[in-house]
């Protein structure tokens, strides 16, 4: 089975999950840390899958998937930061670029696992792709301060923990993989519960937390069911393939983001950008140039 198509479907539900966050960041959620927990306990819902063939055993796979786990919580915190301080346009791209990088030089000098030459022109591609894609969007707003260092963290954190998730699907069954990653990032988002601004929001009444109205639960509701299920995808996906080549499909999402942009601008005019003809041809190029990297990856 290819990993192709999966990791394609994972990006398009994830750019969804990226609109709504964004969304919900602006218009509801003043809080990465609430955000954040309210995203990671959701998968305690993982305990499902136990009657599919889990079975639990301490060893190398399982902590490996442990730290899989808890350092994707980290990462999903320091996107949100991101996102919250920068537009969604800067953060995006640059999150999703740093993350195939991360995952690539780790896997080829700490783990020494090597790719083709092909496969390596392929993520190539497609990383320059959605440079050129969305340059336009960031390369005005880039600025090396204490936000641009949020980004490279999310993207190299992200990077990380999906390069321990492959090595946990290498050795062990997708469902045990699975489980205990994910259950580990639920039980460590109950670390945020510490924080008395978290508890705040979360437990009092009275601070009517973020995500309240039928409106914002909705869409969480929604940004979720996308989330998980873009997660699931790409974790299956890390299965057939290496993290780096899987994570290096993120172009795809930033297609998915322009077109929900100009559907819901005028309701939204925060994630839409000017577009002039320059801008036009520039997309267009850009998309040229992933549609090569898709290419040269189904060779």
Known sequence: MSFLPIAI??????????????ILLKKSVQDPAVFTFFVNILQFAVILLIPFGFSFKWDTSTYLALASGVISVIALYTFFV???????????????????LAALLIEAFVLGQLLTSGQYLAIAVLIAGT???????????????????????????FGISYVLLRQVFLETSFVNGLVISRLAAAAFAL?????PSVRRQVFS????????SRSALALTIGAQAMGGASGLLISFGITLASA?????????QYLVILAAALIFAKKYPHLLEELSGKVIIQKIIGVAIISVGLYLLAK
């Open 9 to 22: 479907i994972a990006y398009a539900l994830a750019a969804g999950s990226i609109v709504v966050d964004k």
């Open 82 to 100: 991101s996102l919250k301080y920068n537009e969604a346009a800067l953060t995006g791209p640059l999150v999703g670029a740093f993350n195939p």
């Open 131 to 157: 440079i050129v894609f969305t340059h336009d969007q960031w390369i005005s707003r880039l600025q090396l301060n204490n936000r641009f260092a949020w980004i490279v963290a999310s993207g190299i954190l």
């Open 191 to 195: 670390a945020f519960l510490m924080l």
């Open 205 to 212: 009444p009275s601070s009517r937390s973020p995500i309240v």
């Open 244 to 252: 780096s080549l899987v994570n290096s499909l993120f172009g795809v």
